[in-house]
């Protein structure tokens, strides 16, 4: 199973931009779909989760700015970022819990990370 993220870049402050990622690979399900970001010399932190049953979970920090949606059919997540501050540049990566199985395990996967500059 592969995650493919896409959508990272330079945009000024108060500008939007949107993170795709996308699974694929051998059969499977998905349960929770998330955003997480890592700027240098930070932990990786939380951005926004989505379940598969609906429920959301957004850090402080981007609360009433970025919305996290997935597309189960299409198996994919995505982020849209608005308001974008200096503070939100990072490296960007998407999380799916994943079983390939009836009954198995889920196993968390990553996405490779995508840049996302907030900058004038």
């Known amino acids: 199973v592969q995650l493919q993220a896409s959508g990272g870049g330079l945009v000024q402050p108060g500008g939007s931009l949107r993170l795709s990622c996308a699974a694929s690979?051998?059969?499977?399900?998905?349960?929770?779909m998330g955003w997480y970001r890592q700027a240098p010399g930070n932990q990786r932190e939380l951005v926004a989760a989505?379940?598969?049953?609906?429920?959301?979970n957004y850090a402080d920090s981007v609360e009433g700015r970025f919305t996290i949606s997935r597309d189960n059919a299409k198996n994919t997540v995505y982020l849209q970022m608005s308001s974008l501050k200096p503070e939100d540049t990072a490296v960007y990566y998407c999380?799916?819990?994943?079983?390939?199985?009836?009954?198995?395990?889920?196993?968390?996967?990553w996405g490779q990370g995508t840049q996302v500059t907030v900058s004038s």
């Open positions: 989505k379940t598969l049953g609906g429920s959301t």
């Open positions: 999380m799916m819990t994943l079983r390939q199985r009836i009954g198995g395990p889920y196993k968390t996967f």
């Open positions: 690979g051998s059969r499977f399900s998905i349960g929770t």
